[in-house]
């Protein structure tokens, strides 16, 4: 996932670029309301192509069930698809949830506080350390102990961990047979759960690429030809989607293209350095010409 997230670094990148030289307006990504409603619906209907983790068809199926109108919906999103929680009923239950199509419950009122945001659901594994602190009574480094064991699924060390945990929320005041049945709760999940620090990193970089989609649709779609230069099926998607949206594509123009892709009069310009057999020195080279002694 990592050349991935580069890739959509070049993407924020060259897009805040073509607004500032076609607009004359300057994007502070680091700044954007989180609450824009505009981003919501493009994820609602399903048009993310080219917002980073969000282009495969079945997280397009997924976002139209889910309806997301809130970043902490967009953590949970990037987290929840997975083969894990896809296979084991948590999205379903998640997106039910979310509607009201069935009745969020919590193990405990005092597990709401940390169960709140993905409606009873154990989304994550910070989660699972915050119960086990809540109820069981761990330390956060014994709670961080307990998330590494629950991933290894050692069945020895969990069996101690659960000895420790319902004795400390026996010592608390819970029930034991509670106890009992929370910490298996936890276990099963905590073998599906995600890092949300991790999945709230992405998801801004998430956020921020639907909401130049939105806002800026036509530089958003040329950066992303630019980045994708080199793929000519990718190419070909963004192409045909941009016309499908009614984006037009001008061809390529040994006066008018430069070696990427470029905004010209609300149109795409098609970059030289992604035709076949021009290469990025020749691109760049008929460029210069033109700018040094014209058309």
């Not at 994007?27 to 954007?32: A, I, N, R, T, V």
């Not at 902490?72 to 999205?91: F, K, N, T, W």
Request: aromatic content about 10%; overall charge neutral.
């Amino acid at each position: 996932s990592f050349p991935a997230r580069r890739s959509s670094d070049l993407i924020l990148t060259e897009a805040v670029r073509l607004v500032k030289e076609v607009h004359g307006v300057d994007l502070d990504l680091g700044k954007l309301p989180i609450d824009d409603k505009a981003t919501y619906a493009l994820m609602t209907r399903g048009e993310t192509q080219g917002v980073f983790q969000l282009e495969s068809s079945g997280m397009r199926e997924l976002l139209m069930r889910l309806k997301p109108d809130t970043f902490e919906d967009v953590i949970a999103v990037l987290a929840l698809y997975r083969p894990g929680p896809l296979g084991s009923g948590m999205v379903d239950m998640f997106v039910r949830r979310k509607h009201g199509e069935e009745k969020t419950v919590y193990p405990h009122e005092a597990t709401k506080p940390v169960l709140e945001a993905t409606y009873g659901v154990i989304v994550y594994q910070e989660q699972v350390m915050q119960i086990s602190a809540v109820i069981g009574g761990f330390s956060m480094a014994e709670a961080d102990n307990l998330r590494k064991a629950m991933g290894k699924k050692k069945p020895e060390v969990m069996a101690k961990f659960k000895d420790q945990f319902v004795a400390g929320a026996v010592k608390q005041g819970y029930a034991e047979k509670f106890a009992k049945e929370l910490f298996e709760t936890m276990e099963y999940f905590a073998g599906y759960g995600f890092n949300k620090s991790h999945s709230t990193a992405y998801a801004l970089v998430t956020y921020q690429t639907a909401w130049l989609k939105a806002h800026w649709p036509i530089e958003f779609t040329a950066a992303n030809l630019t980045v994708e230069s080199g793929n000519s099926d990718k190419i070909k998607e963004f192409v045909d989607e941009a016309r499908r949206a009614g984006m037009p594509i001008l061809p390529p123009s040994v006066n008018h293209s430069r070696r990427y892709f470029n905004v010209e009069q609300g149109s795409i310009r098609f970059g030289l350095g992604a035709v076949k057999g021009v290469g990025s020195r020749v691109a760049d080279a008929i460029g210069d010409e033109c700018r040094a002694r014209g058309p």
